[in-house]
RNA sequence: GCGCCCGUAGCUCAGCUGGAUAGAGCAACGGACUUCUAAUCCGUAGGUCGCACGUUCGAAUCGUGCCGGGCGUACCA
């Protein structure tokens, strides 16, 4: 990588000074080296001057003259060096260097991009976790395409990845559900029944009587139990579920549910190990969890006066369950309304004696779904809501992926219908593949003129001389790099955007410039050009799980 | 009331953890198909970065206080 390459440069010449007393050393690490935002400011840019100004104060362009004198003598990458503005020393690379990298892509083939700086830690992503009460909702496609996104950069980046779907199955919300399927099968078979006050009012659930109907005739009619009814709704739902994931081409390796964490104890021995280390008491006939004493403003309670656990006693048992299981870094994608669970979790763990640092909380804001320019209002218990099924149904899978991972976690995202309906145009999601496609048809194109595809071996790489050729080359250079940092910061939109900017210069060349000309040596030049950017655009649409197409 | 998130072009959003002249897409307007796919490109126009102080060489970015919106603040999950 050339950012790293001269990374390591500039800490060099950064070190030398420190020997030759030109500075302290107490500016290490706090410069940094970037690519800088107009083009006549070189391709990287580092501000090593600045900071070292600060510290010692002096002159800035001082000190930058100084960094530039021993930049000077560097031969390997540097083109050029100069001061600019407060005091910035702007570094341009030679052109070889960059026109050199397509060699390096043609090496790595599919795995440009991907890197071993994970170690093969082993991580959990939780994401989805949509308690199987009803199909999958607008919120949860947005977070299981977020956490789809975030497990595949990890697993790029060399990290053992680990996906798990938790949904809770033991308390209030599947006995209503349970309560709702009863009331529609009694319905059904033309008995007395009474619909719970709150309960599910969706057609699925119909469905799911109706079935029971089918098999089992009249034989609940006088069931005591809402189990039944409540194990045939869940097994009908995650059915659902799980074919609208996969629709998606999401796979968890694992469906964690929260009954099992009573049946194997681990909740009461959560309670048992809270209450020796004194943080457990009983008021008002419920059992408290003094979270005070753990920095937080009030106790909560973990167990109801009726004898049921609330949601944080499972929750921490389950995440003592993660740790457990051996994980070095246990990443959560959570809805932001299920904010108020983080504190609670980690204070539980906490106490524990884990280390809750290992728990990375992505939180995502909510969905707001516009049609015919109005907001959607939706809401799951009235059954008004619009799935993620039926969204794929309208709009298709990649526009879907597209849409919910374009926007970063923090930003609400307003999903609009109408533009994602559109068949063309506006859609931005067409842009990138459509540059994909484009980089695929060149290469048909070479092929049935009998050109033959060059390697970049056989081809003069320093004929890409063109402004659109060297900015191609940059942006292409800087993809591993975006990697990296799209993992360790958890943000897979990122790649959407450097994609879309890579699509415009592509499209913007291609509409400057010919590939195949008569010219059959630049032919062969821009060819692997072409090439290069045909695994990059590959790599890099895969990596978001977003299809390829070859044409369009 | 308190906590978290958001507020940047008419609309939807970036802005790489404090840098150099504020960036896209859509919408608007004007151009480019006998030439590798026009699902594309080129150009024009569009801004008190919610408001006010503060921190410093330098703030859309950090701090404080307001204003506006969302989500929490349950013996719901």
Known sequence: MIRTRLKEIVDDCFRAGVRENQWSDAAADKYTVEVPKHENQGDFSTNMALVLAGIEKKNPREIAAQVVERLKNVQELIERVEIAGPGFVNVTIKESVWQQLLKEIDDQQESYGRSDFGGNRRVMVEFVSANPTGPLSIGHGRQAILGDGIARLLEATGHDVYREYYYN????QMRVLGESVRARYLELIGRDHEFPEDGYQGEYIYDIARKLVETEDQSLADCESVDPFKQAAERTIFEDISTTLKRMGITFDNYYNEQSLYENGHVDSVIKEL???GLVYEKDGATWFKTTELGQEKDRVIIKSSGEPTYRLPDIAYHREKFRRNFDWLVDIFGSDHIATVPDVRAGVEALGYDSSKITVV?????????????????????NFIT?????????VDAARFFFMMRKPDS??????????????????YYVQYAHARVCSIVRQAVEKGV??????????????EPEEVGLLKQ????????????MDLEPYRVIFYLMELAGLFHSYYNKHKVISDDSALSRSRLCLISGLRTVFGNGLKLVGLSAPEKM
């Open 363 to 383: 939180l995502h804001q909510f969905v707001t779904l516009m049609r015919d320019g109005k907001q959607v209002k939706m809401s799951t218990r009235k059954a």
């Open 452 to 465: 033959a595809l060059p390697t970049t071996a056989d081809a003069d790489l320093s004929l890409l001389v």
């Open 412 to 429: 609400q995202l307003e999903f609009d219908l109408d533009l994602a309906t559109k068949e063309s145009q506006e859609n931005p999601v």
């Open 275 to 277: 209450t020796d280390k």
């Open 388 to 396: 993620v099924d039926e969204l794929l149904d309208e709009v298709g």
């Open 476 to 487: 292409m250079g800087s993809f591993p790099t975006l990697i990296e940092s799209c993992a």
């Open 169 to 172: 199955d033991a308390g209030r």
